[in-house]
């Protein structure tokens, strides 16, 4: 992202992404952290691919940390794999903060698909990717997607901004909840719910269902009606339960969404995110350049400091410096 | 084992903004059921500033290189109890070889003789660390053996 990309490309890119498309799983292991890592080479990988993107029903898993998402997820793989998908999963887990470490551990709920070689699971930190993290998980998805995952799940804990916008960036966004969570306005803070096109209420042998059921009901009856209908099902992932009839509905919304035009919709307003994603990225990269030049990051700050300046104005001062 | 950890906090949060991010896989192939070690070292690994995979208990070679295979991993380490490491750890070693995934640094912990540590490492794994060992003794191993950030090339033909 440090220039534009530039037109002359690596042939061992063109190999390596070659390599993907005839479905080689180190090839894509490979790509995917070229994205990740934001390499030099990125934006010509993603210029490669982007010929053979846009077949993939891209699946956004969100909720609370605890709420048996990753067990979902399982059970859904194993779901489309009976249906003869190719499924690819990208289980993001948050960063540190303090020491930029993370613990990833989404995966051991996946075992089961071991030995699957159209199975590939990726596991993700947050990592504070300057351009959202929602911007590189769809780069993630868009390769798994050229290099042949019919569905790709995406999956994130629905705290933080960042996160529930990775989940809503899919086409279909599955928010889960589980009943007996404490006080019921918690477990639907409004803005999750809002991004969601199916409600999962896992865990459904617990007690508390059809009171959550009841809320549920009765916070999207206060929605302004939409011509989807927002189904609330009931699964217990651990037993597999349910879990067909939820890989029924997203393919019955991603029908919706096709047929009526929603789909051009959101495709463009996920790009305008992303396109305005990169230009904050591209331009704090510029001033994060000038940490120590005269006049730079540094001297700004000072001058900040002392008052000699306001936010606005340093913002503006270091902005246009950043391109002399 | 706590002031171990305590101390890597402070040197891997400057680390963590200098150098990259290191995925590390932490694995316990075979039959026994003690993974404290491996969870201890898999949050210590995290407070070195390192993204952590952790696969859980019961693994087969076939599992473990195939999840760091997917997660392009830089490192594997192994945590091994029950002594079934003088078959384990050579098939995992070949496994990783037929994937071309020569470049992906192998250490160990747990229970190993010390004299069978020679013949461990023979197979191409870099370190053995037993019971004792500091996190941050760990970590720095990790730093400074671990392979230079991924680039285009990869080994191994499917």
Request: some cysteine; aromatic content about 4%; overall charge negative.
């Amino acid at each position: 992202m440090s220039s534009a990309p530039t037109r002359e490309v690596n042939p061992a890119l063109i190999e390596l992404v070659q390599r993907g498309i005839n479905g080689d799983r180190r090839a894509l292991a490979r790509c995917i952290t070229l994205i990740e890592n934001r390499a030099v080479e990125a934006p010509a990988l993603m210029h490669q691919i982007y010929p053979h993107i846009g077949r993939a029903h891209l699946i956004g898993i969100t909720g609370a940390p605890g709420s048996g998402k990753s067990t979902l997820t399982n059970e859904l793989i194993k779901e489309f794999r009976k249906r003869g998908r190719k499924v690819g999963v990208v289980a993001v887990d948050p960063t540190s903060t303090l020491t930029g470490g993370a613990v990833l551990g989404d995966r051991i709920r996946m075992l089961e698909n071991f030995g699957d070689k159209d199975v590939f699971i990726r596991s993700m930190a947050t990592r504070g990717q300057l351009g959202g993290l929602a911007s590189m998980t769809n780069d993630v998805a868009r390769v798994m997607d050229a290099f042949g995952k019919e569905i790709v799940i995406l999956e994130t804990v629905g705290v933080g901004q960042d996160e529930v916008d990775v989940a809503k960036a899919a086409h279909t966004t599955l928010l889960v909840e589980v009943p007996g969570m404490g006080d019921d306005i918690q477990a639907i803070k409004a803005g999750v719910l809002e991004i969601a096109d199916m409600i999962i209420i896992n865990k459904a042998d617990r007690e508390g269902v059809e009171k959550l059921q009841l809320h549920l009901k009765g916070m999207l009856s206060l929605a302004p009606r939409r011509e989807w209908q927002i189904p609330i099902l009931r699964t217990i992932a651990v037993q597999g339960e349910g879990i067909g009839e939820v890989a029924d509905a997203a393919e019955k919304h991603l029908v919706y969404l096709k047929n009526s035009g929603e789909y051009e919709k959101r495709e463009k307003a996920r790009l305008r995110d992303e396109l305005l994603g990169r230009i904050r990225e591209e331009v704090t990269r510029r001033v994060l350049r000038l940490e120590t030049a005269p006049g730079g990051l540094q001297d700004t700050l000072n001058q900040l400091e002392l008052r000699q300046l306001d936010l606005d104005q340093a913002a503006y001062a270091l902005y246009k410096k950043s391109f002399e | 084992m706590e002031s171990g950890s305590q101390q890597s906090t402070q040197s891997a949060a400057q680390s963590a903004t200098s150098s990259r991010n290191i995925r590390v896989l932490i694995a316990k192939p075979g039959l026994d059921g003690h993974d404290r070690g491996a969870k201890v070292v898999t949050r210590g690994l995290r407070d070195a500033g390192m993204e952590v995979i952790y696969t859980g208990l019961h693994q087969t070679p076939d599992m473990i290189v195939e999840a760091a295979l997917q997660e392009d991993v830089d490192a594997i380490g192994l945590s091994i109890l029950s002594g079934a490491h003088t078959v384990l750890f050579p098939r995992i070693m070949k496994l990783l070889g037929e994937n071309g995934m020569d470049d992906v640094l192998v250490f160990a912990g747990g229970i190993i003789p010390p004299e069978e540590v020679e013949q461990i490492k023979a197979l191409g794994i870099q370190a053995v660390f037993g019971p004792g060992t500091t996190i941050e003794e760990t970590a720095r191993f990790i730093r400074q053996n671990v392979r230079p950030a991924a680039g285009l090339s990869t080994g191994g033909v499917q």
